[in-house]
């Protein structure tokens, strides 16, 4: 069973899929030691690993190499952020396929203009609805896996209300796109009210301090979402760990306390370290063993 098909069987069982950000290969796999079910690789963590913010500033070449470095760090599905697909529909084309041989089960495309920002800053722009759909039914045709997940993602809702960005979900699951993602309610109103009127699978986006109240994933769940993303969960703790711990160094001339203690070894082992030991004899013969009268 393929990765995609194996997400596939998940979005189909009962419930929600609950995927959190991964942004690194570490992070990744401390999500599936975890036993999360999916992975999600985020656009802004890996616009931070390059040392950029969330402003459209990647290219697809290095979105995608981040995302296949990923998927072959973890036996997970990943799904990753595709920004606007990085052009116009035939640009979406490619996306779609350099995406597709990374070993992602699947993207997320944005209707945003560009450069586009993260869905939950102000002074977002979009596009106009037919060329956002234009590019979904390129993304939905350039599949050669009908398994691969075209999720749709719009952020009508701080630009043009929240009708519109209800109205473009549909659309777009209308176009080809088999999940839709509308960014950013901004009420528990709203957040309950889009799989009501969404007509297809619809995917939540919790960020902490954003445009969209916090609640419980399984209230989420009961509202009929089948994926939730937490992007900035593990990026947003790594940064505010780093930043208190720079800080003790500067403060006490010595080397702080780790937030949890670990060996060395075990810190290894996060990164797959018993797996490569057991390698290291795996392909040599066995030493011969001496005669005891020898």
Not at 123 to 148: C, G, H, Q, S
Request: glycine share 8%; with cysteine.
């Amino acid at each position: 069973m393929t990765q995609a098909s194996r997400f596939r069987e998940l979005l189909h069982r009962d419930g929600m899929v609950v995927a959190p950000g991964a942004y690194d290969c570490i992070t990744a796999r401390l999500i599936a030691q975890a036993a999360f079910d999916a992975v999600y690789m985020t656009g802004a963590g890996t616009a931070a690993t390059l040392g950029y913010p969330d402003f459209g500033l990647v290219t697809m070449s290095e979105m995608v190499g981040n995302a296949e470095r990923i998927a072959a760090a973890v036996d997970l599905p990943v799904i990753a952020d595709a920004d606007t697909g990085y052009g116009n529909e035939l640009n979406v084309y490619r996306t779609v396929r350099e995406f597709e041989r990374s070993g992602v089960v699947g993207i997320h495309i944005e209707d945003q203009g560009f450069p586009k920002k993260c869905g939950h800053l102000d002074d977002k722009e979009i596009v106009p609805r037919e060329d956002w759909l234009t590019k979904i039914r390129a993304a939905a045709a350039a599949r050669r896996n009908p398994d691969f997940l075209i999720i749709a993602r719009t952020d009508a809702r701080a630009v043009a209300g929240f009708d519109e960005a209800v109205a473009r979900a549909n659309a777009a699951l209308a176009a080809g796109a088999e999940m839709a993602f509308v960014e950013a309610p901004q009420s528990l109103e709203e957040v309950a009210a889009v799989p009501r009127l969404v007509k297809g699978p619809c995917l939540l986006n919790i960020v902490w301090g954003g445009k969209t109240p916090d609640l419980d994933l399984r209230e989420a769940a009961r509202m009929g979402y089948k994926l939730a993303i937490l992007p900035g969960l593990l990026l947003k703790c790594v940064v505010g760990i780093c930043e208190d711990k720079l800080a003790e160094l500067q403060a006490i001339h010595r080397h702080p306390a780790p937030p949890k203690e670990m060996t060395v070894r075990e810190m290894f082992q996060r990164v797959g370290a018993d797996e490569w030991d057991a390698r290291r004899h795996q392909f040599r013969p066995a030493a011969p063993t001496r005669n005891a009268a020898e």
